[in-house]
């Protein structure tokens, strides 16, 4: 007889402990032991919650090297759930064999796992292939693709909330803690009998009421500089969505600026200034027509504006021309800094509005939400776990499947809070999602083509950038480690058949089959790969964290990102005032509903995992486990430079702190 010493490692989630029965065979490639129940000195105690327990499994023989395990849960007692993280297991030889688990088991069905050694298809083990093709088999099936609305992405089938399965739920803690920030906003609001109020607020200081308790050091600042035109630049830049502005070189023609307008006393000539590149433009065209919401039987207004910016030699982008609407018109003016104060007040209110109904449902919820459910559904319908892919990719689709079904339910479904506060809210979303969809492409999800496409590469102050840069090159370099330790050439790439079913679902799921968005469909070079995986972990890390965590701190000063506007815009000058601003703004109830859904969603959970942290040990072979550790570091520096420069700033850029960023798209 020979024996095998078996260490069970059972998860520190919440309820991961059992005391129902264990049961495990070993599969070797020259045989496989009996079902053998894992009993030791502890009893019911061995598979406690984080608890590490080690049994024998003997065997007539030695069955060679090891492939797969098989777990089965017994009911004894009380039917309970299990949530194992790994099995080590150390042969008669002297060797030990991991087997990363990391999953949920809810029932007494036999379970396989993969010994966590990376492995394609095409070299795996001929007595595993059978497993292998079982094992996405029942993926397939845990993992469908549904049609939420036509022309957006699809994304998995999930009627109700017991349609997701176990894995990709919420740990409790973070369930207990998502519902704890919601009720008592929530109880706060309505205890400041702001909830449900339909009231106007009589003037801007009042709106400081719906922040109290909820402030941070970067809203308490935007509420003291809303409506400087040099802070109104800033944000265009290191706001919560930097992903509109670019360079102009030549005016579009439904945007007729003269040098009269914008540089009066002839200080500077467009022309000049363009050559110069000091021009920007921030233009919301996809917005041009969006059917806007009708909130408590009142239509709401929504414009669609082109917004001229100019860099001073002062090294500041302010605002020097507003259009509110595309067609230019005479009762469409072009409002400009010298306009009377409400004038061009409430024409930039305009363009902040349409900038937060921009940025939630593309910057945000299209390009960082819906994508990564597109990246993380795909990976898990199409790879099995003993993939190389899946071990790389696998802690950065941590909880967006759970996140974007909340999502759908309870923010954009018929009576959701952006449905029922927000301009876009409903028809308008799909429409707007429809539109956005159509003008991503691959070049634009990749930050360093991007800012080159927009022309942004030498902005001065541009901390996204900067950041985003960093962040994109060390992510670059951690993935061609790992992807060119296994992928010694392009052949292996083009012959791994999972691969380029990963890829062909996010083409054609993702993306609606659209060859003129650039994203491949099927990869053919190792580069290629290492460029697309690299997009994949920066949208779902960084570039969410870019668009998501500031939220709070530019949004909740209502009046610097209005959820929707109820008064149409001004159609000639020289006719708003502080009470027609104050008409125009939202209401009570809507601001309250809206600044709580922004301090819901910018609040991390207790149970967060930064960028490049993996709790779970998927990988066996020391390569990658070494490239971990390298990654970890750069992030580490790259983190400690970020605090030295914001030390020296007024508005401290944060959301490319590697130390701030999640791995996944958690909220």
């Given at each position: 007889?020979v ?8 998860g ?9 029965s264990i ?6 490639q ?9 009993l ?10 984080e608890?590490?327990s080690t ?10 090297e ?6 089965e ?5 009380l ?7 790994k099995?080590e297991v150390?042969?008669?030889e ?22 966590g ?7 795996d ?9 079982q094992e996405?088999e029942?993926?397939?099936k845990e ?10 992405p699809d ?14 739920r919420?740990?409790?803690t973070k369930?207990?803690e998502?519902?704890y920030?919601?009720g ?5 609001l309505?205890l ?8 106007k ?18 809203s308490?600042?935007v ?15 290191n706001g919560v969505n ?8 030549a005016?579009?023609?439904n945007f ?11 200080q ?6 363009m ?5 920007f433009?921030?233009?919301y065209k ?8 009708i ?11 082109l917004v001229?910016?100019?860099k001073?030699?002062e090294?500041?982008l302010k ?5 509110l609407?595309?067609t230019?018109a005479?009762d469409?003016p ?8 409400y ?5 930039k209110?305009?363009v902040?509005s349409?900038d937060f109904n921009?940025?939630?449902?593309n910057?945000h919820?299209l ?6 459910e597109?990246?993380a559904?795909?990976?898990l319908r ?8 899946y ?5 950065h689709t ?6 974007n ?12 809070v952006?449905?029922?506060?927000a ?6 979303l799909?429409?707007?999602l ?8 691959y070049?634009s999800l990749?930050?360093?083509?991007d ?13 996204y950038?900067?950041d985003?840069?960093?962040l ?12 060119g ?8 790439v ?9 890829i ?7 993306f609606?089959?659209k ?8 990869f ?9 995986v690299t ?13 998501n965590?500031g939220q709070y ?8 990102a209005p959820t929707?506007?109820y ?11 502080q ?7 939202p ?9 709580s ?7 991390p959970?207790?149970d ?7 709790p779970?040990?998927?990988f066996?072979?020391k ?8 990654f ?6 790259l983190?400690?430079r970020?605090?030295i ?5 007024e508005?401290p850029y ?10 996944s798209v958690t909220i």
């Open positions: 007889m024996d095998y010493e078996v260490t069970v490692h059972t520190s989630l919440a309820y991961a402990g059992t005391e129902n049961f495990i065979t070993l599969l070797g020259d045989g496989e032991s009996k079902s053998t129940r894992l030791n000195f502890k009893g019911l105690f061995a598979f406690v919650k608890s590490v049994f024998t499994v003997s065997c007539p023989v030695s069955i060679g090891l492939i797969l395990i098989k777990l849960k017994t009911y004894l007692f039917e309970d759930d299990w949530f194992p993280a099995v150390k042969s008669p002297g060797h030990t064999y991991n087997f990363p688990i990391y999953r949920w088991i809810t029932d007494s069905k036999v379970h396989c796992f993969r010994e050694t990376a492995l394609r298809d095409f070299e083990h001929s007595c595993a292939i059978q497993f292998r093709k996405l029942q993926q397939d993992y469908r693709w549904h049609v939420y609305a036509r022309g957006i994304c998995m089938e999930a009627m109700c909330y017991s349609d997701l399965p176990p894995d990709v919420f740990s409790f369930d207990i998502f519902v920030t919601l008592t906003g929530l109880i706060h309505k400041d009998g702001l909830a449900n109020s339909r009231e607020w009589p003037d801007i200081a009042a709106i400081s009421v719906a922040m109290q308790g909820r402030s941070t050091h970067i308490d600042y509420q003291q500089h809303w409506r400087d035109d040099d802070f109104f630049g800033y944000q265009y830049l930097p992903m509109l502005i670019k360079r102009c070189s005016l579009p023609d007729p600026v003269t040098d009269e307008m914008v540089f009066p006393g002839d500077f000539s467009l022309a000049d200034e050559k110069k590149g000091n021009i433009l921030c233009d996809p917005l041009d027509g969006v059917k806007a919401n909130i408590d039987e009142k239509q709401q207004y929504l414009m669609a504006p001229l910016l100019h001073t030699p090294d500041k605002p020097i021309a507003i259009q609407k595309q230019p005479e469409n072009i409002f400009l800094p010298t306009d009377p104060e004038d061009w007040l409430t024409a209110i305009f902040r349409a921009e940025h939630q449902a910057s919820l390009r960082t939400h819906l994508l990564a597109v990246f559904v795909s990976l199409n790879l099995p776990m003993v993939h190389p892919l071990k790389l990719l696998i802690p941590h909880d967006t499947l759970e996140i079904y909340m999502a759908r339910h309870h923010l954009i479904s018929d009576n959701g952006f449905t029922k506060f301009a876009t809210g409903g028809e308008g799909v429409t707007l429809q539109r956005s969809l159509s003008s991503v492409t070049t990749c930050i360093p083509e800012i080159a496409e927009r022309g942004l590469k030498d902005v001065p102050n541009f901390y950038r900067d985003g840069l960093k994109w090159d060390i992510i670059y370099r951690f993935v061609q480690g790992v992807l330790f296994y992928y010694k050439n392009d052949d292996e083009q012959k791994d058949s999972e691969l380029q079913k990963w062909s679902d996010i083409f054609e799921h993702g609606l089959s060859a003129s968005s650039g994203i491949p469909q099927r053919t070079k190792v580069e290629e790969l290492v460029k697309f997009m994949v972990i920066f949208t779902c890390s960084a570039q969410h964290s870019a668009v965590t701190d530019y949004g909740g000063w209502m009046p610097n929707t506007l008064c149409p815009p001004p159609t000639k000058k020289g006719t708003t005032s009470a027609t601003m104050m008409d125009t703004l209401d009570k109830g809507t601001t309250a509903n809206g600044m859904t922004l301090w819901l969603l910018s609040k959970s207790s967060d995992v930064p960028l490049g942290q993996y779970g040990d998927h066996s072979e390569m990658p486990c070494e490239l971990i550790k390298a970890q570091g750069e992030l580490q520096v983190s400690a970020i605090k420069r914001n030390l020296s700033l508005v944060t959301y490319m702190d590697p130390e701030k960023i999640e791995n």
